[in-house]
């Protein structure tokens, strides 16, 4: 694979006329937005429409043969591998960023899972975020209705609020403000209608990034480290039925010291074929047995398991293994007693690595 692999994906989601739209027409003026390519995903059609940016002198241009009509995830796919085609052939020059905007009902995570999961894809692109729009007026009882909606916020990296200019009460959506922190305590929150709301604030969203080596793992962990948070909370003065807020949970794992990659990989491997599509998210930082120095940088969307990378050393200082995952009904007792049994801290009824190299089923899956 040549220099300019791998290529940034931001995906933009948000529900039913959140603004999607809006925001992009508005961010792709921006110039740093060239050798763009934008990937729309139209509700009602099942179909992909594409619409390949190219950097041109005059803007942005629409290559000709640009629009196909297709099936949602395969062709999501064979869309992202023909770019790649396009560039290996010369017939695009440079491709700086893919940005897919899904459906309002979409659930992001198989969007995810299908550009990080595909071998063809897994090395010409990297995830670079997730951008969440959420509509100030309509915000609460969509996330009340719809747990999709829910776990578009619960996986984002970026949760831009929109049509704050509509709502007639202040208080509610600060309420919805609120709201949005519990769900996702990592991801920024941030206004349509701020002039900073931006190309820069949206995008380089740092999970990792190969031309720096870095990876903002300070804002990404630190917090929910600190935090520890759990979607279940009520919100002080606002007493709603956020039901499906519940399901929704994201709580952080710390180990001291360093552990072997064959732990981390048990945990993964079980944690995976146990409560694999309960698992939205997950990110962290592992400091590995066999190379302690070096951090390994990981994330992962259900099943699938982004390569993983190193970082030349720690971030902020502080060694050791911190993960912070998403999940929507995964039992959190399991999750920890695994954890634990993995990096070796044996608990009361819980089996240690040993016991579970020979068993791996001694932790029930539910
Ligand atoms: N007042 C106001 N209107 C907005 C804002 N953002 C979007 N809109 C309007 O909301 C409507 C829906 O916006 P779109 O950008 O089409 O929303 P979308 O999320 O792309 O919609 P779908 O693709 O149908 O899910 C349009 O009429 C926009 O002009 C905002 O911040 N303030």
């Not at 202040?170 to 206004?191: F, K």
């Not at 634990?340 to 009361?348: C, G, K, M, N, Y």
């Amino acid at each position: 694979m040549s220099s300019g692999f791998p290529i940034a994906v931001s995906v933009l989601t948000g529900f039913l006329g959140a603004g999607k739209t809006t925001l992009l027409n508005r961010l792709l003026r921006d110039p740093a937005l060239a050798d763009t390519a934008v990937i729309i995903n139209e509700f009602g059609e099942v179909a992909i429409d594409h619409l390949l940016v190219e950097q041109a002198s005059d803007g942005i241009i629409q290559l000709s043969d640009g629009c196909l009509c297709c099936t949602v995830r395969g062709e999501l796919v064979d869309t992202l591998a023909d770019l790649v085609d396009r560039l290996q052939t010369g017939r695009i020059a440079r491709l700086a960023r893919v940005v897919i905007e899904t459906t309002g009902l979409a659930d992001p995570a198989p969007v995810l899972q299908s550009i990080m999961a595909h071998p063809a894809l897994v090395h010409a692109f990297r995830l670079d975020g997730v951008i969440t729009l959420v509509d100030a007026v309509n915000g609460n009882a969509t996330l009340d209705a719809h747990v999709e909606a829910v776990k578009q916020v619960a996986v984002a990296d970026r949760i831009v609020l929109t049509k704050a200019d509509l709502a007639t009460d202040p208080r509610d959506v600060e309420a919805l403000r609120a709201r949005l922190r519990q769900i996702n305590p990592g991801a920024e929150l941030l206004d349509a209608g701020d002039r900073r709301t931006d190309v820069a604030a949206l995008f380089d969203c740092g999970l990792y990034n190969p031309a720096t080596k870095s990876a903002d793992v300070r804002r990404w962990l630190g917090e929910e480290a600190a935090h520890d948070h759990h979607g279940d909370h009520d919100h002080g003065d606002h007493d709603h039925d956020h039901r499906h807020d519940s399901r929704v949970r994201s709580y952080s794992l710390v180990h001291e010291g360093p552990v072997p990659f064959s732990a981390i990989e048990m945990f993964f491997d079980l944690l995976r074929s146990a409560h694999g599509e309960r698992l939205l998210r997950m990110k962290g930082v592992i400091e590995l047995l066999e190379d302690p120095s070096r951090p390994l940088v990981v994330h992962g969307v259900q099943k699938i398991l982004h390569p993983p990378a190193r970082l030349p050393s720690w971030p902020d200082g502080q060694r050791g293994t911190r993960l912070v995952l998403i999940t929507l009904d995964m039992p959190e007792d399991y999750v920890r007693r695994l954890f634990a049994a993995v990096t070796s801290r044996p608990s009361i009824d819980t089996p240690d690595r040993a016991a579970l190299e020979n068993n791996p089923l001694a932790i029930a899956g539910r």
